[in-house]
């Protein structure tokens, strides 16, 4: 009795600190890494769903009717269910596409898609042209630059170097504050 006492504590205390603290920073990083631009999406990963995890133990408790600490464990199946969602999210996210990169809504989160971009076309030695047929239109003296990310005044930038016949020969990344 003392076991299952001590597990009662024990065990929803352990559940509810680092699910507290595991989601509180996960909604952190959901608002520096730009999904708050895409709103119902946000609200649903970073707010509904963890709160929905969190009180997972105490529907359980109420519909079961079984010791505390077991509602903790069949919870735990909720939190592995979560993270499968959210890393599907993730992985449809940073899939390249065209209509995403250049959906204002996806701006911030096009630093997610340059991998998989990468992979998909050999863009050294593409033309210019065919740049901006594919990653939409953008001024810039002998560079094409598409903002990837911005965190509190600072503006990351993928660039994308052309020489005089108009063929991309750099690739890279720059901030601008």
Known sequence: ??????????LPSIYYIFGIFGFYFLFIMGITSGFLDLKKLFLILFVVLPIIVLLLPIVIRTIMKIEFYKCILFSLIGVVIYFIIFSIVLLSIGTFSESNWKNDKYMNLRYLMIDDLE??????????DEIMKLLGETSG??????????????????????????????IYEKEVD
């Open 1 to 10: 009795m003392a076991k299952i006492r001590r597990l009662n504590i024990i």
């Open 119 to 128: 992979s998909k076309y050999d863009l050294i030695g593409m033309n210019k």
């Open 141 to 170: 003296e002998g560079e094409l630059c598409y903002s990837t990310s911005s965190f509190m005044i600072t503006t990351y930038f993928y660039c994308l170097k052309y020489d005089e016949n108009d063929l991309i020969t750099e």
